[in-house]
């Protein structure tokens, strides 16, 4: 039971260009997502996704795309990377979105 | 709109001197607080939830209680292994969490 899983840990990015970060749950969670944690700001949500075929935006969703792939996988896309970008970015999934959250490794990304 | 400020920032203790780190929130409509534990370089990880005032969760050395307007998280003789970040969220009627900058607690041995 390997519980949320991020791909890449890592990535650098020159402005401009873009990417998508992954993630995937195996929890059977119904609820997804996307955070980015910057120091001094905290832990920001970006988007989410309730359940299966919805998403919503979250309190930083400028400059961001997200896909529900199915019920397990909910994607972030960064179609033009910014340096305001750079960040640590975490997928988290929970049973329901009222329910405590849990939250995959991580992914470090640079925008240069 | 919600709002979640933990203290101290930073709380340097030595091994076995226990202390208690702070969670005061404003929320319009508490649905639940929750604390987590978050190493250098990981993601959180969850480690309680509250809902009501007067209600207490104890896991180890930890001991987490909930008033109308904080929560506090309680460290009894604590060990090196507890050092890391402790971050507080709040749920409201909304279902989103709002987190506060996390407490930095590092346990000298």
């Known amino acids: 039971n390997a519980g949320v899983t991020q791909t890449p840990k890592f990535q650098v990015l020159k402005t401009g260009q873009s990417m998508t970060l992954q993630c995937a749950q195996d929890m059977n969670h119904n609820s997804m997502y996307w955070y980015r944690q910057d120091p001094g700001m905290g832990l920001r949500l970006i988007y989410y996704s309730a359940s299966e075929g919805t998403t919503d935006k979250g309190e930083v969703p400028n400059g961001y795309n997200v896909s529900r792939l199915n019920k397990r996988e909910f994607s972030l896309r960064l179609e033009s990377a910014a340096p305001s970008q750079t960040s640590v970015y975490f997928c988290?999934?929970?049973?329901?979105?009222?329910?405590?959250?849990?939250f995959g490794p991580g992914t470090r990304l640079t925008v240069t | 709109e919600d709002q979640v400020t933990q203290s101290p920032e930073a709380l340097r203790l030595q091994e076995g001197e226990s202390s208690s780190l702070n969670c005061s929130y404003t929320?319009?409509?508490?649905?639940?607080l929750f604390w987590y534990r978050q190493d250098p370089g990981k993601g959180p990880e969850f480690l309680f939830t509250l809902y009501s005032a007067g209600e207490e969760k104890e896991k180890e050395r930890l001991k987490a209680t909930l008033t109308k307007k904080e929560s506090f998280l309680h460290i009894t003789a604590p060990k090196p292994e507890d050092s890391a970040t402790y971050l507080c969220?709040?749920?409201?009627?909304?279902?989103?969490?709002?987190f506060g900058g996390g407490t930095r607690l590092m346990v000298k041995p």
């Open positions: 929320v319009s409509g508490l649905r639940g």
């Open positions: 969220a709040v749920q409201s009627a909304g279902n989103m969490l709002t």
């Open positions: 988290a999934s929970s049973e329901a979105t009222h329910y405590e959250q849990y």
